[in-house]
């Protein structure tokens, strides 16, 4: 049973590779229907007075995706960061940079998934209010899929739309890298890894990309 929280000590002794097959191994139990029972008083009372998060999951805000859950992961275990379109901002950067640079996550998954509803009103070239700013954060990924896939560019084509979720976490962790000397000098110094992938709806697997 996960009855204990990661202490500041565990957080220390671990390497952004182990926190990543961590993750993944989480994944397997979900898909497997066997996740770990959770003495969650436990947890609630001993991250009372602070937190020492492994990894941070930057995702999409799809109901379907609720990141903790896929992941088999519990209360203090990862941060999470959710916005339509798992897109990096301002705040998205900042929020990372805190959880890696000051409390000290060694590994940023930017998570993707499997048809995504904001990649298809991006690649339909929606327009709706703050939706369409919004979009606007995906739509790189929309052109590069443009070069990359044959037939009907827009949501009706399937390809379409699983090449631009794809492209769009790639370009994500492109731009966290030129955005945040912060997070880019942590990966350099192998003190994090950044990496991606793609939830997929059908089947409950996490696929890295």
Do not use: W
């Not at 229907?33 to 805000?61: H, R, W, Y």
């Not at 916005?83 to 940023?108: P, Q």
């Amino acid at each position: 049973m996960k009855n204990l929280a990661i202490t500041k000590e565990v957080q220390i002794a671990l390497s952004p590779s182990s926190v990543l097959t961590d993750l993944l191994d989480g994944n397997q139990r979900f898909v497997s229907n066997k996740m770990q029972p959770v003495d969650q008083a436990a947890l609630v009372s001993q991250t009372e007075g602070g937190q020492f998060p492994k990894a941070v999951v930057l995702s999409c805000i799809d109901s379907r995706v609720p990141v903790e859950t896929v992941l088999d992961q519990a209360i203090g275990d990862i941060f999470v960061a959710r916005v339509a379109g798992n897109f990096e901002n301002v705040d998205i950067l900042g929020s990372l940079e805190y959880s890696c640079k000051v409390a000290g996550s060694k590994l940023i998954l930017v998570l993707g998934h499997e048809s995504c509803g904001a990649v298809k009103a991006a690649c339909d070239g929606v327009e709706l209010g703050n939706i369409t700013a919004m979009l606007g954060n995906i739509l790189p990924a929309v052109k590069k899929s443009a070069e990359e896939v044959d037939g009907d560019l827009d949501s009706s084509n399937k390809d379409f739309v699983a090449k631009t979720v794809e492209n769009n976490v790639k370009l994500t962790i492109d731009r966290i890298r030129e955005r945040s000397p912060i997070l880019k000098d942590l990966e350099d110094n192998g003190e994090i890894q950044i990496v991606g992938g793609v939830y997929m709806l059908s089947t409950g697997k996490v696929e890295m990309i």
